[in-house]
Every structure is written in structure tokens, then in C-alpha cells.
């Protein structure tokens, strides 16, 4: 599958070891991209930001445009 996450384009499965068997929602995608953790961590989905508590029911298609905002401290 193919996602567009921060205007790069992706493949899904992102190595030979995933397998893409079921439908890939948000959560499982993120917790591929960052697997210690997600705290901090924003998306937004073809320029909607989704609640945290709805990325296990959002089913992610084909060419789908995900922005990923990232919370950083600093001054």
C-alpha cells in the first residue's frame, strides 16, 4: 500500500518482515513508525487531525496523505 506521510511517498509494508494481511488502520501503522512510543505525537489525515482514541478504528487506503506532527521542547 501506498501512504504519503509528510509529502514523501511510502510503501506499506515497510520491509520484507511486515505482512499486510488485514486491513491497516492508523494505531498500526504508528506504532511501526514509532515503537517505543507515541506520546506527543499529532496526525493528521487528508488535512483532518485524528482524535488519538479513534486511530484503531481509522482504515488507512491506498495513496491516503498523512501529516505527522511531532511535540518538541525547547526555547
Known amino acids: 500500500m501506498r501512504l ?4 514523501k511517498l511510502f510503501e506499506y509494508p515497510l520491509s520484507d518482515s511486515d ?12 506504532a511501526h513508525l514509532y515503537p517505543l512510543s507515541t506520546d506527543g ?13 479513534d486511530w484503531n478504528l481509522t482504515v ?3 495513496n491516503d496523505q498523512l501529516l505527522i506532527l511531532t511535540a ?3 526555547g
Open 41 to 53: 505525537i499529532a496526525v493528521a489525515l487528508k488535512d483532518q487531525v485524528i482524535s488519538r482514541a
Open 19 to 30: 505482512v499486510l494481511s488485514t486491513e491497516l488502520t492508523l494505531e498500526m501503522l504508528m
Open 72 to 74: 518538541t521542547q525547547g
Open 60 to 62: 488507512l487506503q491506498e
Open 4 to 7: 504519503e506521510i509528510n509529502q
